[in-house]
């Protein structure tokens, strides 16, 4: 099915081209004092830049369906933009050479400014505009279809009817779980029930499901998602359940909705192929640029307490298939696992963290007696993982994707829990990034399970790139 909004989307970025080589020009003009008539000026500059300057715009969420953003805020996301592409642009310049613009830094000072000037202009005149007139119409509507009648429901219906420029049309509502409403609710009629739900999506052709019915167990609510997901449309979940992640990842996409949107498409076989290939590559060149780090790593454990270098455990990957996971050590040998059993018995069935040596709630066995003291400094720096390249290497692991858990921990999951071992586990993943030690385990299945349902080979490469920053820092390491 072709979604209606990607003509939109196709439109802006289409101009947003047109804007970069207009800049490109304008700059080049001003500062030459001609216009790049031949090729290798303009064509060297736009195919390197270009690419970059719209996945920026993508991944600031500057070509959503609806811009929930106030226009400073706005207008500040295309100043991150420009900063970033700056950076971009300084490094091809500076440290590789490319002589985008014959070394003149006039040249990139006016292109920048022309940039932002033009995409500032640009937008105040789509969202202020032409958008507004767009939204009266049904040519950028979005058919919508309401899971939940209860509390939810209503203040998540109230929102989008009260927004005069939402694109997000409700045809009506279904019964979540335990619901039986059968009255219209906002003069919108009830379809149905969950157990027809992928009927009604074929009958009533909506573009979205909401899932906005009030707080059930999480079992239930993924079940429940299960059928939503079903019909195959994108699923936009407006309940608590994912709270965690909108307040971590802030993942909206209408200013009256708060929630989480589920893009729901099946992964191409390129994209898994893309994926691993990455993967090889980049674990490939980690491996040889740190031997070095490895043998001085190596040397340290050897000789600050007796045992093996590496530490090898059997772990539960993609499927709960096992497999022999590797790591530096960092305890003491032949230790007795009861501690590390009890921890997470309590932190996964009572959602409960203990207390670090600053005082702070962290949700991580802290101050471990098992820990050498050359293991407090790799794990609090994560270089303790770093033998997981051979994971990667072998496909037993990726870069980016869900820790693999112990045998013990999946016998203590519950059903919903399971999910997160639905793809192949990674060394990096949002909760490294997002979260860590910081939040409870439920909270951090429900990131790993944001990142199952929504991975993208471009999401794995900011999350790759937003980790050196936390290994660096040591951040969540308690």
């Known amino acids: 099915m072709i979604k209606k909004h990607g003509p939109i989307k196709l439109t802006l970025l289409t101009l947003d081209a047109l804007l970069c080589i207009s800049a490109f020009c304008t700059a080049y003009f001003l500062r030459f004092q001609k216009i790049p008539v031949n090729f290798s000026p303009g064509g060297l500059f736009l195919f390197m830049v270009m690419p970059v300057h719209l996945l920026l715009h993508s991944d600031l969420d500057l070509y959503k369906h609806r811009i929930y953003t106030t226009r400073a805020e706005h207008a500040l996301r295309i100043l991150q933009l420009n900063s970033?592409?700056?950076?971009?642009?300084?490094?091809?310049?500076?440290?590789?050479?490319?002589?985008?613009?014959?070394?003149?830094?006039m040249a990139i000072f006016y292109f920048m400014a022309?940039?932002?000037?033009?995409?500032?202009?640009?937008?105040?005149?789509?969202?202020?505009?032409?958008?507004?007139?767009?939204t009266r119409n049904t040519m950028i509507t979005r058919k919508s279809v309401i899971v939940g009648t209860g509390r939810y429901a209503e203040l998540t219906a109230g929102r989008i009817l009260g927004d005069e420029l939402t694109p997000v049309e409700i045809i009506g509502f279904i019964n979540g779980p335990g619901e039986r409403r059968k009255e219209e609710l906002f003069s919108k009629p009830v379809l149905g029930s969950l157990s027809s739900l992928k009927k009604i999506a074929g009958s009533e052709n909506p573009d979205l499901i909401i899932m906005a019915f009030n707080n059930v167990d999480n079992n239930v609510f993924y079940n429940t998602y299960d059928i939503c997901k079903k019909t195959g449309l994108p699923v936009l979940i407006a309940t608590e359940h994912f709270k965690i992640v909108t307040d971590k990842l802030r993942n909206n996409e209408y200013e009256s909705i708060v929630g989480v949107r589920i893009t729901n498409y099946n992964h191409s076989v390129v994209e898994l192929i893309i994926k691993r290939g990455i993967d090889i590559i980049l674990s490939s060149i980690a491996l040889l640029l740190l031997s070095p780090l490895f043998l001085c790593i190596g040397l340290a454990i050897k000789y600050s307490s007796p045992g093996p270098i590496f530490f090898r455990q059997?772990?539960?990957?993609?499927?709960?298939?096992?497999?022999?996971?590797?790591?530096?050590?960092?305890?003491?040998?032949?230790?007795?696992?009861?501690?590390?059993?009890?921890?997470?018995?309590?932190?996964?069935?009572?959602?409960?963290?203990?207390?670090?040596?600053?005082?702070?709630?962290?949700?991580?066995?802290?101050?471990?007696?098992?820990?050498?003291?050359?293991g407090k400094w790799l794990r609090k720096f994560s270089i303790d993982e770093l033998p997981q390249l051979w994971n990667v290497m072998k496909g037993n692991m990726s870069l980016v994707g869900p820790r693999p858990c112990l045998d013990y921990e999946y016998a203590m999951y519950q059903e919903w829990h399971k999910r997160r071992l639905n793809v192949t586990p990674g060394i990096t993943g949002i909760w490294q990034i997002r979260g860590r030690s910081a939040v409870n385990f439920d909270d951090m299945v429900a990131l790993d399970l944001f990142y199952v349902e929504n991975w993208s080979i471009w999401m794995d490469i900011k999350i790759l790139l937003q980790t050196v920053p936390v290994v660096l820092w040591g951040k969540g390491a308690h």
Not at 340 to 345: E, K, M, T, Y
């Open 114 to 134: 022309f940039s932002f000037l033009f995409s500032i202009s640009f937008r105040v005149l789509i969202f202020s505009w032409i958008y507004p007139k767009l």
């Open 84 to 105: 970033f592409l700056f950076l971009y642009i300084f490094v091809l310049e500076l440290f590789l050479r490319l002589n985008l613009f014959h070394q003149s830094r």
């Open 314 to 374: 059997k772990r539960l990957g993609k499927n709960a298939e096992p497999f022999i996971f590797y790591k530096f050590r960092s305890m003491r040998t032949n230790n007795d696992d009861t501690i590390h059993r009890a921890f997470l018995n309590k932190f996964i069935r009572e959602n409960s963290g203990t207390k670090s040596t600053l005082g702070k709630r962290v949700f991580k066995m802290a101050d471990d007696p098992r820990v050498t003291f050359v």
